[in-house]
T-cell receptor, first 113, second 116 residues
Framework: AQSVTQPDIHITVSEGASLELRCNYS??????LFWYVQSPGQGLQLLLK??????LVQGIKGFEAEFKRSQSSFNLRKPSVHWSDAAEYCC???????????FGDGTTLTVKP | ETGVTQTPRHLVMGMTNKKSLKCEQH?????MYWYKQSAKKPLELMFV???????ENNSVPSRFSPECPNSSHLFLHLHTLQPEDSALYLC???????????????FGAGSRLTVL
């Protein structure tokens, strides 16, 4: 069955520190991959997506993610976290023959001053 | 207005009430979705409409009834809900009509529902 796993439920980092959020997928073929961010009281906003090509993709707000086929992973990174990055981050995957995406459980990011 | 707008943002209802959630998208998208977001659970897809036709119904109880009168509007009619239905209900839209997992979703801010 298709699935997306985000191993970390909650992560706390200090402002200015680097960040990596993990995402693993289980699909029959390489899926389309997405990272969404959800700020408190808001809906989800697309940060970045991977469809094909360069395995390092750049997104909004200084985020990037790297697709690693060998590890079935699509981890999200940011070199220096800002307090405004505190939010819920959701990884999602979709297959070309299916019209819906599968979402992970989400990772809550807390940023310490 | 731009994007996807959901009303009301907050709703409290009793188990015998009938209420509706409304979603409107101003993006010219062809597909609209209802998702349920419960605490510490992944997003659950409820319904999908593509070009105003319902193309997916994920075994959702009949106490939830969707309606898509046109490509810009989507409703979720609620009746005789249970306390476990309390959640954040998110509406989303995508430019592509249903059929590909490559669809990028644009979400509304959600309607926080509490069932007493």
């Amino acid at each position: 069955a298709q699935s997306v796993t985000q191993p970390d439920i909650h992560i706390t980092v200090s402002e200015g520190a680097s960040l990596e959020l993990r995402c693993n997928y289980s699909y029959g073929a390489t899926p389309y991959l997405f990272w969404y961010v959800q700020s408190p009281g808001q809906g989800l906003q697309l940060l970045l997506k991977y469809f094909s090509g360069d395995t390092l993709v750049q997104g909004i707000k200084g985020f990037e993610a790297e697709f690693k086929r060998s590890q079935s992973s699509f981890n999200l990174r940011k070199p220096s976290v800002h307090w405004s990055d505190a939010a819920e981050y959701c990884c999602a995957a979709g297959a070309s023959d299916a019209g819906k995406s599968t979402f992970g459980d989400g990772t809550t990011l807390t940023v310490k001053p | 207005e731009t994007g996807v707008t959901q009303t009301p943002r907050h709703l409290v209802m009793g188990m015998t009430n009938k209420k509706s959630l409304k979603c409107e998208q101003h993006l010219g998208h062809n597909a609209m979705y209802w998702y349920k977001q419960s605490a510490k659970k992944p997003l659950e897809l409820m319904f999908v409409y593509s070009l105003e036709e319902r193309v997916e119904n994920n075994s959702v109880p009949s106490r939830f009834s969707p309606e898509c009168p046109n490509s810009s509007h989507l409703f979720l009619h609620l009746h005789t809900l249970q306390p476990e239905d309390s959640a954040l209900y998110l509406c989303a839209s995508s430019q592509a009509a249903i059929g590909s997992g490559a669809n990028v979703l644009t979400f509304g801010a959600g309607s926080r529902l509490t069932v007493l």
